[in-house]
């Protein structure tokens, strides 16, 4: 029987963190879903549809985020993310039954690598999609000027008190419909993002507690997680979206050269948004990983 359900956990400080499975309750092939920065479930849609015929899919919320709390200690760290990660994990994941399959995109492969850190023994496989372990430009052109990373941090962080009250007016701009034409015109949309989509994760950032935002994308910022690669011993599949100007896709082929075992597949006409403009590319990419590790003993 496929069903939908809804379940939450606590974090060490209390803090509920929701999450909703698809699929089969009873199926032990489990994959986890974890978000970019603000993304909302929508983006998941092409995964979540083919996946179901034969896994169980689990999507969950970053503090703040979607159905989750925030933070009742106001800790954002990715390390935390990873940890609320672990706790997920152990919940959906029945006793016996092998760890599953982490899909992590954007942030969320920063965070992924963070779990790996912590609890290898909950990750029998990653896939790494316009993402990076490291915050995005690291290492690039964007930041060659020696300090310009740093003081990207610091405006970030002196920017933290004036967020609440930029708050409404960002809220506006993000619901009047003027960022989807502007970031299509820039190239950070591809023409065939669904403007639908689009909206809807647009609306959901206005949604957010904005310090919850402005205190995860400080985490990102602070992003180190290059330390892990080499010491991953499990089935990994880099994905890039070739014409991503957030994340750019030099940053996410530097992971080859930690991980010259992993599949890397490089997706043609796909920006940041790559999950929803082309979504069966990503599909047919996850599901090469999730046949890899099939053929593996748990």
Known sequence: MVERRRGDVRGADGTRVAFHSHGHAQSNDVVVLTNGIGTTENFWRYLVGDLIRDHRVVHWDYRGHGSSEVAAS???RLQTAADDLARVTREVVAAGAPPPVHIGFSMGVAVVLELYRAHPE????LVLIA???????TG?????????FAALRGLVAAAAPVVPVLAPGIRALLR????DPLARSLGVLQPQAPKADIDQFLDGIAGMDPVAY??????LLDADASDVLPGVQVPVSIVAAK?????PASQVRRMREALPTADFVEIDRAG????????PKMVQAVRGLLEKVGRQAP
């Open 74 to 76: 106001g800790d954002y």
């Open 122 to 125: 909950l990750v029998r496989g």
């Open 131 to 137: 993402g990076a372990p490291d915050a995005p430009g």
């Open 140 to 148: 690039t052109a964007l930041f060659a000027l020696p300090g310009s």
């Open 176 to 179: 009047s419909g003027l960022l």
């Open 214 to 219: 402005w205190s995860t994308l400080r985490a």
């Open 243 to 247: 014409q991503d100007t957030l994340m």
């Open 272 to 279: 940041h948004a790559g999950l929803i403009e082309q979504g």
